[in-house]
């Protein structure tokens, strides 16, 4: 079932013949998890400068410049090796960092798009990653590019709707599959919606209860009605 | 079939697949005893569910389910292992001197970039001390002259208490910095890396004429010959890599340009990771090695040439004959 709809997402297609979706993140949220992880860093680095500089001297210099040259380039690199797949900042934001076919990074990959960071800094204030972020659909800056990575929102499932106690209603006519992921759907998120607007949607699918188009709560349990029959329920 | 009686048919299959999954992310004695059969068999068997679901157009939550369900299988089932004391080992008896090997055309290139400059203006310098202000400004100047100043305690610094640890931490901080901006610039059509080498050449070259004009030739030299043979090497071998990424850039030959980014960046991060451990060396060399004092000359030049023998030969001989470099492809 493949349908054109306006959507970022990616699909990658494994060896068992399924396809793995992956929806690349945006500039925005990567802004914040990026912000966040700023912060962390330098965080550490003021305790750590506060501690060791006065207490060990020119051992505790050498400790604290090793330590800002290990969060400058291997910072991100150490935590995206992790089964997260991400840095804090991203975690936070449920995002992760995956290969291209949704494969956990590899070492190699996560070395390359954080060195070519440099170049996604270019000219001033990352101004070649904004540039290639913005333009792509995928929204890879330059270093994702090179490593064959994206990042990407970690799944979340459709919660499970609960069964709604409505008496279920045979469809008036056949339904084509699409149509009836629709009507489930729209049983699965008819609790988050107000009566009003559960009416004037009930209205589109009428027919399928063999009611007339009309926003009324009789209708709406009708329709409510055909989607649990659909789901398998039965009188 | 109805999606109710759908997920009463598998949802054991499901939960015991999750439960699969869930023991393989936690300790290693949990993942020893793992039944591996039964893991790939219920892999698969939920990507039939999967694909029986999305055809007959089950309700989002369980396509979503089986999606999560296939995704972290598939994660698990596919990943690839490229750590561990094999893979080191592998990587600095093979890979990286022949992968320096394989792009020898960058690395002549990129040395002639840092070797021809640092010559001419040397010499220009040492003939002409004044242009050394066209480098730098006239207070550092005087430092760099000060810090390789026959009365200074160690030499190539300003204070002698910095001590050795604390410049071993800045060596660290601002030459693998140097040396992978040269890399990572190179995503530039390679103008980065050119322009890095180049300018790190002019710089290079024209203290090294300053100060030999001032007759301080003895105490500088005698202090960077022995870093400099895995600095310089260094250097010279990520301004190649960043060649290396600009050219398939350029010129992608009978890929498209993103594939052609792709593989070269995975091939020249192999002499990424063997340049970042050369520079380790050269670091630990240069804070504690080449700063002494009390060493006699004659035991410096020699150790210096043991030095550059060495890294020529482990470049250029290290791994010959080994029938299959592989190179890390993910």
Same mark, same amino acid.
């Given at each position: 079932?493949?349908?054109?709809?306006?959507?970022?997402?990616? +699909?990658?297609?494994?060896?068992?013949? #399924?396809?793995?979706?992956?929806?690349?993140?945006?500039?925005?949220?990567?802004?914040?998890?990026?912000?966040?992880?700023?912060?962390?860093?330098?965080?550490?680095?003021?305790?750590?400068?506060?501690?060791?500089?006065? +207490?060990?001297?020119?051992?505790?210099?050498?400790?604290? =410049?090793?330590?800002?040259?290990?969060?400058?380039?291997?910072?991100?690199?150490?935590?995206?090796?992790?089964?997260?797949?991400?840095?804090?900042?991203?975690?936070?934001?449920?995002?992760?960092?995956?290969?291209?076919?949704?494969?956990?990074?590899?070492?190699?990959?996560?070395?390359?798009?954080?060195?070519?960071?440099?170049?996604?800094?270019? %000219?001033?204030?990352?101004?070649?990653?904004?540039?290639?972020?913005?333009?792509?659909?995928?929204?890879?800056?330059?270093?994702?590019?090179?490593?064959?990575?994206?990042?990407?929102?970690?799944?979340?499932?459709?919660?499970?709707?609960? %069964?709604?106690? #409505?008496?279920?209603?045979?469809?008036?006519?056949?339904?084509? %599959?699409?149509?009836?992921?629709?009507?489930?759907?729209?049983?699965?998120?008819?609790?988050? =919606?107000?009566?009003?607007?559960?009416?004037? =949607?009930?209205?589109?699918?009428?027919?399928?209860?063999?009611? #007339?188009?009309?926003?009324?709560?009789?209708?709406?349990?009708?329709?409510?009605?055909?989607?649990?029959?659909?789901?398998?329920?039965?009188? | 079939?109805?999606?109710?009686?759908?997920?009463?048919?598998?949802?054991?299959?499901?939960?015991?697949?999750?439960?699969?999954?869930?023991?393989?992310?936690?300790?290693?004695?949990?993942?020893?005893?793992?039944?591996?059969?039964?893991?790939?068999?219920?892999?698969?068997?939920?990507?039939?569910?999967?694909?029986?679901?999305?055809?007959?157009?089950?309700?989002?939550?369980?396509?979503?389910?089986?999606?999560?369900?296939?995704?972290?299988?598939?994660?698990?089932?596919?990943?690839?292992?490229?750590?561990?004391?094999?893979?080191?080992?592998?990587?600095?008896?093979?890979?990286?001197?022949?992968?320096?090997?394989?792009?020898?055309?960058?690395?002549?290139?990129?040395?002639?970039?840092?070797?021809?400059?640092?010559?001419?203006?040397?010499?220009?310098?040492?003939?002409?001390?004044?242009?050394?202000?066209?480098?730098?400004?006239?207070?550092?100047?005087?430092?760099?002259?000060?810090?390789?100043?026959?009365?200074?305690?160690?030499?190539?610094?300003?204070?002698?208490?910095?001590?050795?640890?604390?410049?071993?931490?800045?060596?660290?901080?601002?030459?693998?910095?140097? &040396?992978?901006?040269?890399?990572?610039?190179?995503?530039?059509?390679?103008?980065?890396?050119?322009?890095?080498?180049?300018?790190?050449?002019?710089?290079?070259?024209?203290?090294?004429?300053?100060?030999?004009?001032?007759?301080?030739?003895?105490?500088?030299?005698?202090?960077?010959?022995?870093?400099?043979?895995?600095?310089?090497?260094?250097?010279?071998?990520?301004?190649?890599?960043?060649?290396?990424?600009?050219?398939?850039?350029?010129?992608?030959?009978?890929?498209?340009?993103?594939?052609?980014?792709?593989?070269?960046?995975?091939?020249?991060?192999?002499?990424?990771?063997?340049?970042?451990?050369?520079?380790?060396?050269?670091?630990?060399?240069?804070?504690?090695? &080449?700063?002494?004092?009390?060493?006699?000359?004659?035991?410096?030049?020699?150790?210096?040439?043991?030095?550059?023998?060495?890294?020529?030969?482990?470049?250029?001989?290290?791994?010959?004959?080994?029938?299959?470099?592989?190179?890390?492809? &993910?």
């Amino acid at each position: 079932m493949t349908r054109k709809v306006l959507d970022a997402a990616i +699909t990658s297609e494994t060896p068992e013949g #399924i396809m793995i979706e992956l929806r690349p993140a945006g500039i925005t949220v990567r802004c914040y998890a990026y912000m966040l992880d700023l912060f962390i860093r330098f965080m550490i680095g003021g305790v750590a400068s506060a501690v060791l500089l006065p +207490t060990m001297k020119g051992v505790g210099t050498g400790i604290v =410049l090793v330590l800002f040259f290990g969060m400058e380039w291997f910072y991100p690199v150490a935590f995206e090796l992790t089964r997260w797949g991400a840095t804090p900042g991203k975690r936070t934001f449920g995002l992760k960092t995956v290969m291209d076919n949704g494969l956990p990074i590899t070492p190699a990959a996560s070395l390359i798009r954080n060195l070519l960071r440099t170049a996604d800094f270019m %000219p001033a204030m990352f101004g070649f990653g904004i540039v290639s972020m913005l333009i792509r659909r995928d929204f890879k800056r330059l270093g994702d590019i090179a490593a064959a990575t994206l990042v990407v929102y970690e799944q979340k499932i459709a919660t499970k709707p609960r %069964p709604l106690d #409505i008496e279920p209603v045979a469809p008036a006519f056949l339904l084509k %599959p699409e149509d009836q992921a629709a009507l489930m759907a729209f049983a699965a998120r008819v609790v988050k =919606l107000t009566a009003e607007r559960q009416d004037e =949607l009930a209205a589109i699918a009428a027919p399928v209860a063999g009611c #007339i188009s009309s926003p009324d709560p009789i209708v709406t349990r009708k329709v409510l009605g055909v989607a649990q029959w659909l789901l398998g329920r039965r009188g | 079939m109805t999606p109710l009686q759908f997920e009463q048919l598998h949802e054991a299959e499901w939960l015991e697949l999750e439960e699969l999954l869930n023991r393989l992310r936690g300790s290693r004695s949990k993942r020893a005893s793992l039944p591996g059969n039964r893991l790939s068999q219920l892999y698969r068997r939920a990507c039939e569910q999967l694909a029986m679901a999305h055809e007959r157009a089950y309700p989002a939550y369980q396509i979503d389910r089986l999606q999560q369900l296939t995704a972290n299988a598939h994660q698990v089932i596919y990943q690839q292992h490229e750590l561990g004391v094999q893979r080191l080992i592998q990587l600095f008896t093979v890979d990286f001197p022949c992968a320096v090997r394989a792009h020898s055309t960058y690395v002549w290139v990129a040395t002639l970039v840092l070797v021809l400059p640092t010559l001419i203006m040397g010499l220009l310098v040492y003939f002409k001390p004044e242009l050394i202000l066209s480098v730098v400004s006239a207070d550092q100047a005087a430092n760099f002259s000060h810090m390789y100043s026959d009365s200074a305690e160690t030499i190539g610094r300003v204070r002698a208490a910095d001590g050795d640890w604390a410049m071993f931490g800045f060596y660290i901080k601002n030459n693998i910095g140097i &040396s992978f901006q040269c890399f990572a610039s190179g995503l530039f059509a390679g103008v980065g890396s050119l322009f890095f080498l180049a300018f790190n050449g002019v710089f290079g070259g024209a203290i090294a004429g300053y100060l030999t004009h001032l007759g301080l030739s003895r105490t500088f030299y005698s202090f960077i010959v022995t870093h400099s043979a895995f600095e310089l090497t260094a250097i010279i071998l990520s301004g190649a890599a960043g060649l290396h990424i600009g050219h398939a850039l350029l010129s992608p030959k009978n890929q498209s340009r993103t594939q052609a980014l792709v593989q070269a960046s995975r091939e020249s991060i192999v002499i990424v990771y063997g340049v970042i451990a050369m520079l380790i060396i050269a670091a630990a060399i240069e804070a504690f090695w &080449s700063s002494a004092r009390w060493m006699p000359l004659s035991m410096k030049y020699s150790v210096a040439g043991v030095c550059w023998a060495a890294v020529i030969a482990y470049l250029t001989l290290q791994g010959r004959g080994h029938s299959h470099a592989r190179s890390y492809e &993910s």
